[in-house]
Each structure stands twice: as C-alpha cells, then as structure tokens.
C-alpha cells in the first residue's frame, strides 16, 4: 500500500520561501507521477505541481510556474515542493498524491498523504 508523509509547512512572510516534502514509500514508483496540491479553506482541491517518478517530466499551474520548483530524490522515495516568492494567496493544506501513469487533472489520484499547512501572512 502506498504511503505518503509530507512536512515542512510552516508560517513565512510574503516573499519568503519553504520546501515540502513528501516521503512516499509502500512500492516501487518507477511508473507513478507524484504531484503536489492545496486546499484553501472554502475552496475546492487545486493542482499545484506534478512530476514523473522515472522520466521526471513537470507541470506547473499557471499560479506557481516560475516561483515553485518540484523535484525528486529517488534514493530517498522524497518528492520537493520549493516555494519562493511566496504570498499571502499561496496559504493552504498542502498535499501529495500519487497516480500510476502520467499527470491528468482533473483525474484520479488514488492515494493522498495528510497535509501540512501552509500560512504566508502579508
């Protein structure tokens, strides 16, 4: 069963930086995309970020492209989330999903890890 554990959330000032991170662990993922989303409180589930695990190919939202950066250690199963610039309208639950197969949003993600908070105050 595949498991995802994400940290690094925190409080940061508008234009500072924070990296995520997500453990994932339970199999292999050489045929998986992991992706980063956020949630914001009373808004739906958005997609932030995605890459594949073996081809390491990205995508960004329009929203994140250029501030945010995903990346991969394979050694360690850990996906990234760089953030920089950061502002106030980044401030979510942030989560990772993982899929078998290329990014598709919307579009299942079958597992999901907890989420860390993120708060960026102006």
């Known amino acids: 069963q595949v498991q995802l554990v994400e940290s690094g959330g925190g409080l940061v000032q508008a234009g500072g930086s924070l990296r995520l991170s997500c453990a994932a662990s339970?199999?292999?993922?050489?045929?998986?995309?992991i992706a980063w989303f956020r949630q914001a409180p009373g808004k739906e589930r958005e997609f932030v970020a995605s890459?594949?695990?073996?081809?390491?190919?990205?995508y960004y939202a329009d929203s994140v492209e250029g501030r945010f950066t995903i990346s991969r250690d394979s050694a360690k199963s850990t996906v990234y989330l760089q953030m920089d610039n950061l502002k106030p309208e980044d401030t979510a639950v942030y989560y990772c999903g993982a899929r078998v197969g290329p990014h598709t949003w919307p579009g299942p993600y079958n597992d999901w890890g907890q989420g860390t908070q993120v708060t960026v105050s102006s």
């Open positions: 890459i594949a695990w073996s081809a390491g190919r990205t």
């Open positions: 339970g199999r292999s993922f050489s045929t998986y995309t």
